[in-house]
């Protein structure tokens, strides 16, 4: 990891009214119309540096005591740099401030580093939604030479 200053990073969720940050959503879903599905039930937050939003992430609670990170995303030159875990380690706070006994999210069979990094964070494999992406999205999705096929969902005790 670089030595990326990540201490004048700023946390907070996004108030109504506020601009919805669609340019870094769209990197994590490329389907507005999936992303437009979710935000309703949920909570946008923001990390800022300097004044300018450098990453974000949904979180919807689902009831028994489990919330989900619904999309997670980073300026695409500023990914690899801890942003991204700094997002979730917020998460983790914020799911453990309210209770919440479990923490998932999902990503694609193709997404290898996310996979990596949920896994390095603490989430399991719980399940597998197949055929998800070719059942819910109209365009092909291809990551690392693979197609996005299934969702592998992971959680997180707490
Ligand atoms: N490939 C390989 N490794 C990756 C990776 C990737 N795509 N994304 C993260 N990692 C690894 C990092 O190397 C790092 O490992 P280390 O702790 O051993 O050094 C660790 O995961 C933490 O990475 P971090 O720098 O905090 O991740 P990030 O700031 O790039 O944020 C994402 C991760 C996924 C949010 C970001 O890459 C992103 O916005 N991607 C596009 C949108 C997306 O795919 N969202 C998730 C949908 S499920």
Redesign the pocket.
Known sequence: ?SQYPLSDLTFKSLSEGEEIPYSLLL??DPSKEMIDGYLGPSQIYIAEQGGKIVGTMVLQPLGNNLIEIKN???LEEL???????YLIENAIQIAREMKMRYIQIG?ANS????L??YQ?MGFEIEGVKRNYFTDNYMEKIYENGIEAKHMIMLVKLL
């Open positions: 990891m990197l994590a997670i995303a980073v990914q690899g740099k801890g942003i991204g875990k990503t997404s290898i580093g996310q990596y990094l390095k």
